[in-house]
């Protein structure tokens, strides 16, 4: 069964730094580009980042660049996202997603369960 | 950025009548290769969303095929023949042509 399971979530203060991590099963992992989507409270759904296969290539959301590092450890079929300087507006429930193919340029096909992060004072 | 809209924001449907939803992107999403890049998802009450539709009209492994998706350039539609309590949620189009990838608002689609 294919499966993204995502840990590391948590409630921290503005400034601060967590990592996420996303355990896959079930698929060839360094097959497939790997992404971050997140979704604040009652709100609707926000693209992060993407990781190619190899881990070579990566992409960020504007609102994300420089403070949040996204790779991968395909011996280890886990995905991270390095969140740094978080802010109040980073709050939100952080998804996991895998990609339909190669290639940056597909559908999300899986998703994980989500796992919180939460950034106040 | 390429903007997606979609309308209705919500839906109130009686279960075995038709539903339809529309997706409007601010730029073309047909590739030079001859694919489209966008893609409908459903986000169930409490669940991970989850994909029902890729290249505009191409259903997911598992997916009934009382969903069916259309259009092209700029305008898609996602129809739902017979909705089902099953159907409840918030339903997202997606384009991945450009970065940023972008998603439309959501239309909450509930069951009278």
């Known amino acids: 069964e294919v499966q993204l399971v995502e840990s590391g979530g948590g409630l921290l203060q503005p400034g601060g730094s967590l990592r996420l991590s996303c355990a896959a099963s079930?698929?060839?992992?360094?097959?497939?580009?790997m992404n971050w989507v997140r979704q604040a409270p009652g709100k609707g759904l926000e693209w992060v980042s993407t990781?190619?296969?190899?881990?070579?290539?990566?992409y960020y959301a504007d609102s994300v660049k420089g403070r949040f590092t996204i790779s991968r450890d395909n011996s280890k079929n886990t995905l991270y996202l390095q969140m740094n300087s978080l802010r109040a507006e980073d709050t939100a429930v952080y998804y996991c997603a895998k990609g339909r193919g190669a290639s940056i340029m597909n559908a999300f096909d899986i998703w994980g369960q989500g796992t919180m992060v939460t950034v106040s004072s | 950025d390429i903007v997606m809209t979609q309308t209705p924001l919500s839906l109130s449907v009686t279960p075995g009548q038709p539903a339809s939803i529309s997706c409007k992107s601010s730029q073309s999403l047909l590739h030079s290769g001859g694919k489209t890049y966008l893609y409908w998802y459903l986000q169930k009450p409490g669940q991970p969303p989850q994909l029902l539709i890729y290249?505009?009209?191409n259903r997911f492994s598992g997916v009934p095929d009382r969903f069916s998706g259309s259009g092209s350039g700029t305008d898609f539609t996602l129809k739902i023949s017979r909705v089902e309590a099953e159907d409840v949620g918030v339903y997202y189009c997606m384009q991945s042509l450009r970065l940023p990838l972008t998603f439309g608002g959501g239309t909450k689609v509930e069951i009278k």
């Open positions: 290249e505009v009209s």
């Open positions: 990781i190619s296969g190899s881990g070579d290539s990566t």
């Open positions: 079930g698929f060839t992992f360094s097959s497939y580009a």
